[in-house]
């Protein structure tokens, strides 16, 4: 399967370098990481989401193939609505965390950036008869706008009564003319906004989005996902890590009777825990992954991912610990650096406190 690549790069800024992220070629900066960082925490940044697979499932037996294949419960889940959802192979191990959007005549699956090949796969092995499984990544191109006055944007853009929306609604409505679908999620803490719309229309919509919004790349999209510990799957996910490991239990619902790798989410849940996710934050050096973590010289974890973090002034990352270890406010070392465990999130969005007028 080819890499995903952006319907509308030709009309990215000048300069703008790309990087691959597993099945994707995205833009990691438009500009630099400082501006489009303060783009998101302080302003309204516009974001290319076209890393994201759109994947349409269809058919007499969608909705239980979804209620089996979602680790959320997606049963009451309407045309008006969205949610979040871990999807898991059999062992408990996460396949994709996804957007689910809910239609009329089924419901789209928003893979993460780059994950959307092996979710695809995932899904077509899995499906049961009376289910159609459909890439319409090629169709659409997704858009997102995010920050503290990303509700301005949305007023001035499309339409100001979306800007105030009920968090996770979706509305079918129309841009100059053209139909789009209209979402407010986001990932970064602030308030945020998504555009699917027809690939025809969509360098349009980015042009005229550009002239409201700084654009933001993926490099600053996961820094501020991580600073309010929402998972980047890329770096957090992997074999042998369950969900509970991952710290993303609340991306799944064990009350539901049955979904793909529930008995081993509830085997994790009434075994005991070797390993716990936190965070931290200290120094000037970016550890790598894999990085020891020691208390007196003896090591007692690893470095899960970590940045650099703008809003902080230091490094920040996550830490694979034991279970009794795994708690804020403690004092530990990274390599060479002393660090501090935190509760998330870690850095705290201006949004929470910027009211939508």
């Known amino acids: 399967m080819d890499s995903l690549t952006s319907p509308v790069k030709s009309a990215h800024p000048e300069g703008t370098a790309y990087?691959?992220?597993?099945?994707?070629?995205?833009?990691?900066?438009?500009?630099?990481?400082?501006?489009?960082?303060?783009?998101?925490?302080?302003?309204?940044?516009?974001?290319?989401l076209s890393g994201e697979r759109i994947i349409e499932i269809t058919g007499d037996a969608a909705s239980a193939f979804a209620q089996r294949v979602l680790a959320r419960d997606v049963e009451y889940l309407t045309a008006e609505r969205c949610m979040t959802s871990l999807v898991l192979a059999e062992d408990g191990t996460a396949v994709d965390q996804v957007v689910v959007w809910g239609r009329e005549t089924g419901l789209l699956l928003e893979s993460s950036v780059g994950g959307g090949t092996r979710l695809l796969e995932h899904l077509k092995a899995n499906a049961d008869a009376g289910v159609e499984i459909t890439d319409r990544t090629a169709e659409f191109a997704l858009f997102g706008l995010e920050g503290p006055y990303?509700?301005?944007?949305?007023?001035?853009?499309?339409?100001?009564?979306?800007a105030a929306?009920?968090?996770?609604?979706?509305?079918?409505?129309?841009?100059?003319?053209?139909?789009?679908?209209?979402?407010?999620?986001?990932?970064?803490?602030?308030?945020?906004?998504?555009?699917?719309?027809?690939?025809?229309?969509?360098?349009?919509?980015?042009?005229?989005?550009?002239?409201?919004?700084?654009?933001?790349?993926?490099?600053?999209?996961?820094?501020?996902?991580?600073?309010?510990?929402?998972?980047?799957?890329?770096?957090?996910?992997?074999?042998?890590?369950?969900?509970?490991e991952m710290g993303a239990g609340w991306l799944v619902d064990i009350t539901k009777e049955e979904f793909i790798g529930r008995d081993a989410v509830m085997a994790a849940f009434e075994a005991a825990a070797e390993r716990r996710t936190v965070g931290f934050s200290g120094g000037d050096t970016v550890p790598a992954a894999g990085t020891p973590v020691t208390v007196d010289g003896e090591q007692i974890g690893e470095v899960v991912h970590a940045v650099h973090s703008i809003g902080l002034g230091s490094a920040l990352g996550l830490l694979r610990l034991p279970p009794d270890l795994a708690a804020a406010g403690l004092k530990l070392t990274v390599g060479d650096t002393e660090v501090t465990t935190l509760t998330s999130p870690y850095v705290t969005p201006k949004s929470w406190s910027t009211p939508i007028i």
């Open 19 to 48: 990087g691959t992220v597993l099945d994707a070629d995205v833009a990691l900066r438009f500009s630099t990481l400082d501006a489009e960082y303060e783009a998101i925490r302080e302003r309204a940044a516009l974001l290319d």
């Open 165 to 244: 929306l009920p968090f996770e609604s979706v509305v079918d409505t129309q841009w100059d003319g053209v139909d789009i679908v209209f979402a407010r999620t986001g990932v970064t803490g602030e308030y945020g906004y998504k555009v699917l719309v027809p690939a025809e229309s969509a360098e349009q919509l980015w042009t005229k989005a550009m002239e409201q919004a700084v654009p933001a790349g993926q490099e600053a999209v996961e820094l501020a996902m991580l600073e309010v510990r929402q998972p980047v799957m890329r770096h957090e996910a992997g074999e042998g890590v369950d969900v509970l």
């Open 150 to 162: 990303a509700w301005g944007v949305v007023g001035r853009l499309i339409d100001g009564e979306l």
